[in-house]
């Protein structure tokens, strides 16, 4: 269904009357993948990659970094082989990063060490999604760039070194301004201390990823405070990694199964993952007595489908710790709410930045005709097919969008025994 079939319209789901059992393997992480690809290209030599994954985040990562000169080879569907001189360099043209955010933000901070100007852009989604803090650390050390009002494209005018001393960064809005700035500051004409300001950043565990990678790569980065990592200027050296599978994309399927009573074999135990969304296995778990208050700021991009799950939950549950869900895929507090009341007004609402999930279990067994709108959002997406295991008549507007993170999502389910009606033709 993945590779060989016509774009799908929309994907109606039958419910299952039964239990889902069965073994399903998530792809590997995008976290992990966009990072290793990056740092690879940064090392001289040859690295290999297993374990991949292979979507349009990644894809539009290694097509950027073979724009700046790296050999980004494919043997097979989940390993790169990057070879690289350790050096990036001036693009012919723009470097076009889509939607994806890793992609964008860790290349607007490494591209500082190109020689030459390059700019880096998106799609009409990130060109809503801010950059400025990123841009404005960047500028606070010397490096000549510039963004769109605080939005790409950016326009980065390398000299090829990332310089040195201390950095600022406001992480509020995205963690990945502080992966971009530690993966990048290796590659510093000296040692880089890179400071968090402002409020705590959401999703640290992510910040905790970006070091592990980096040392793979034979950087030394200590974590000097709370809010401070000083990383010396080492540069990367080439390195085989195998990557663990996606943590996020295994919520689908810890939530499926407890919806249905069943028992979904992922390969992987929830605690083998390094990721903060493995956290949302121990909630998943609870289900159907989720906490009555869950702090989503730990594992942001699993709040999706906690709170589709808890549609479902015995009790109302209210989101904390969520604001920049506002400033993923797509409005992220906004959708959910939106479709989730569309299946039946009022199942959850905006307080501010919490969103509040009614909760109603009687749900499950009806027939309630709904057509969810998916807003380009892969997650959006991914977890609304879950409402449609116990409700009757959901459909999933642009299934396609799945391909950002999890191409054969539509496979796994009917791997399951998921029944899956498609329409094919261009998305509505
Ligand atoms: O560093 C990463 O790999 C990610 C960090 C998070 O984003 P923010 O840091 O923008 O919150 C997360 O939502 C995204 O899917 C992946
Ligand atoms: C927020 C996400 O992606 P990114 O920021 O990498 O585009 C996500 O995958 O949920």
Not at 165 to 187: F, K, N, P, T
Request: contains cysteine; charged residues 20%; hydrophobic residues 40%.
């Amino acid at each position: 269904m993945t590779d060989a079939r016509p774009n799908m319209k929309a994907v109606t789901i039958t419910p299952v009357d039964g239990p889902l059992y069965g073994h399903v393997a998530p792809p590997g992480s995008k976290s992990i993948t966009n990072r290793v690809l990056l740092l690879a290209a940064l090392a001289k030599g040859t690295s290999r990659i297993t374990g991949a994954l292979k979507s349009l985040d990644t894809k539009l990562m290694a097509e950027a970094l073979r724009a700046m000169g790296v050999t980004v080879d494919e043997p097979d569907a989940t390993s790169f082989v990057v070879t690289s001189t350790g050096r990036l360099m001036p693009p012919a043209g723009p470097l076009y990063l889509g939607n994806a955010g890793t992609a964008m933000r860790f290349l607007t901070a490494a591209v500082t060490l190109v020689e030459g100007t390059v700019v880096v852009d998106g799609d009409e989604h990130m060109r809503k999604r801010p950059i400025g803090p990123l841009v404005a650390a960047l500028r606070s050390v010397g490096i000549d760039c510039s963004d769109a009002g605080g939005y790409p494209p950016v326009k980065v005018h390398g000299t090829g070194r990332f310089g040195s001393g201390r950095i600022e960064i406001d992480g509020s809005l995205s963690s990945q301004y502080v992966s971009a700035l530690l993966m990048a500051a290796a590659c510093g004409s000296g040692p880089v201390e890179v400071a968090l300001t402002g409020t705590e950043i959401g999703a640290r565990g992510y910040v905790d990823l970006t070091v592990a990678a980096m040392r793979s790569f034979g950087a030394k980065v200590e974590k000097t405070d709370d809010a401070t990592w000083r990383i010396e200027p080492t540069g990367y050296r080439a390195a085989d990694i195998h990557v663990e599978p996606d943590a996020s994309a295994a919520t689908y399927l810890w939530a499926a199964a407890v919806l249905t009573g069943g028992d979904i074999d992922l390969g992987t135990a929830p605690d083998a993952f390094t990721q903060p969304d493995a956290k949302a296995a121990a909630l998943i778990a609870t289900f159907p007595h989720l906490p009555a208050e869950i702090d989503g700021s730990q594992m942001q991009d699993a709040v999706p489908t906690l709170a589709v799950l808890a549609a479902f939950n015995e009790t109302p549950v209210r989101f904390t710790g969520i604001a920049n869900l506002r400033v993923k895929e797509c409005d992220r507090i906004r959708a959910l709410s939106t479709e989730l009341s569309r299946i039946r007004p009022g199942l959850a609402h905006e307080e501010g930045d919490d969103l509040v999930v009614s909760s109603d279990p009687a749900l499950a067994g009806q027939t309630l005709p709904t057509s969810i709108e998916t807003y380009s959002d892969h997650r959006i997406a991914m977890s609304f097919a879950l409402a449609g295991l116990k409700v009757r008549g959901i459909t999933i507007l642009d299934p396609d969008c799945t391909g950002k993170t999890y191409p054969a999502y539509w496979d796994a389910l009917a791997s399951l025994g998921v029944g899956l009606d498609l329409s094919e033709g261009a998305p509505a």
